[in-house]
């Protein structure tokens, strides 16, 4: 095999920024030959054989026609675990750790019993990030699309806490039975108006339009889910939601019209305004 093909050379000809070029070439040492990442320098002179090249020119186009880089190698970190991800669930965004992080403070004060639910779970980011610091808790993870929680499921079984899970499908709620309750329910449902045209750029053109937009004025999925928190919660209970870097005041005023109390706001770690919560009081 020629020089040519020198993982040295492939990385040096690629038009790919480097570090999509990096991330890329490491999935495929490990696939065909079950290399770590360090092989990236430790064995640059190694020229790739010809099912490994073929690959790396297929994921180095795909890459440049703008597929995400999640989706390319099948996987994404997100808190401490790490997350099967496919086209059909929304690749988890570093922000959506700031939920996991208000849920899992709040049921430290809980006792073993207490009950948490993620609307909306995706490749199950929220609910497995939870269950997997916190084994005592019971977790409960919805979702409109079955494929989504196909995804979550067997992100549930990679992670080996599919038996600490339960997951439901349906349209917000009415996904749960109807006496069910939480002391805990967290949602990043969509959020992006139908008309933003951040929706037909970059990464957000390869995934599912509706882990995306509500398909009107971006508030109306939080209307839904903050609306109906008061008859889901237990007294006491706590929602968080997040929602976009310019709909805070706007999210604040639904959890203020739907009664809820201990109205706060959180920033992100770019010091953006990104998740409300709010409290049940009463019963
Ligand atoms: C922004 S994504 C969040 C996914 C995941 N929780 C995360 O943070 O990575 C929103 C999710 O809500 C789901 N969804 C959209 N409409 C829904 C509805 N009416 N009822 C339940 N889930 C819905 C989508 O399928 C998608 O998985």
Known sequence: MSAEFSLRSLLSASLLPPSDARILMAHVLEQHYQLPRSALLSRNEMALNPQALTQWKNLESRRMNGEPIAYLVGKRGFHNIELYVAPGVLIPRPETELLVEIGLREVEGLGEAAKVLDLGTGSGAIALAIAHEAPHLA??????????????KKNAELLNIASRVQFAQGNWYSALQPDERFDVILSNPPYIASQDERLTQGDLRFEPISALTDHASGLTCLEVIIAGAATRLNSNGLIAVEHGFDQSEAVVAIMKAAGLADIQ???????????ASGRKIGL
């Open 139 to 152: 977790v409960t993870a919805t979702d409109q699309s079955p494929e989504a929680l196909e995804v979550a």
């Open 265 to 275: 706001t959180h920033q992100d770690l770019a010091g953006h305004t990104r998740v």
